[in-house]
T-cell receptor, first 111, second 115 residues
Framework: AQSVAQPEDQVNVAEGNPLTVKCTYS??????LFWYVQYPNRGLQFLLK??????LVKGSYGFEAEFNKSQTSFHLKKPSALVSDSALYFC?????????FGTGTRLKVLA | NAGVTQTPKFQVLKTGQSMTLQCAQD?????MYWYRQDPGMGLRLIYY???????DKGEVPNGYNVSRLNKREFSLRLESAAPSQTSVYFC??????????????FGPGTRLTVT
């Protein structure tokens, strides 16, 4: 069965420090992987996606994600966190006619 | 461009009442979706429309109906609301019907409470 897991409900990081939000997936065949961000009382916004090619994907607002096929992971990263990055982050996996979201990870960047 | 718009933003219903959530997109996208978001459960797909004139059930379709009125508009109807339908509802659209590589664009959501 196709699934995606975000093992951390919340991640706290100090402003200026690097951040990582974890995502693992389970899908047969080659996955398409996405990260979305949700700010309070807003809809989800697309950050980046992995379709094929380079395992390091760069996206909006300085975020990047690394696709690791052997570990079936697609972790979201940023070299230097900003307080304004505080939000809810969702990983999603797509394959054939299914698009599955993770349960979300709340990122809190502390000033 | 307004992107994806939804009305209303908030709604309170009594059990058994009906209502329709409206969604429109101005990006000329082919595919549209309705999700519900509940705490700790992420987003779950209710219905989707791969293209104008087609609709299909998603993960949690019971208690809902949809209409793809035209390419721009996709409405969600609750015929007889139940407290279990208390949730935040999001409409989304994407460029094409392929579930693979197309990112989705989301509206601001409708917060529905059923008492």
């Amino acid at each position: 069965a196709q699934s995606v897991a975000q093992p951390e409900d919340q991640v706290n990081v100090a402003e200026g420090n690097p951040l990582t939000v974890k995502c693992t997936y389970s899908v047969s065949g080659n996955p398409y992987l996405f990260w979305y961000v949700q700010y309070p009382n807003r809809g989800l916004q697309f950050l980046l996606k992995y379709i094929t090619g380079d395992n390091l994907v760069k996206g909006s607002y300085g975020f990047e994600a690394e696709f690791n096929k052997s570990q079936t992971s697609f972790h979201l990263k940023k070299p230097s966190a900003l307080v304004s990055d505080s939000a809810l982050y969702f990983c999603a996996v797509s394959r054939v006619n299914k698009y599955i979201f993770g349960t979300g990870t709340r990122l809190k960047v502390l000033a | 461009n307004a992107g994806v718009t939804q009305t209303p933003k908030f709604q309170v219903l009594k059990t058994g009442q009906s209502m329709t959530l409206q969604c429109a997109q101005d990006m000329n996208h082919n595919s549209m979706y309705w999700y519900r978001q509940d705490p700790g459960m992420g987003l779950r797909l209710i219905y989707y429309s791969a293209s104008e004139g087609t609709t299909d059930k998603g993960e949690v379709p019971n208690g809902y109906n949809v209409s793809r009125l035209n390419k721009r508009e996709f409405s969600l109807r609750l015929e007889s609301a139940a407290p279990s339908q208390t949730s935040v509802y999001f409409c989304a659209s994407s460029e094409a019907t392929g579930w693979g590589s197309y990112e989705q664009y989301f509206g601001p959501g409708t917060r529905l409470t059923v008492t």
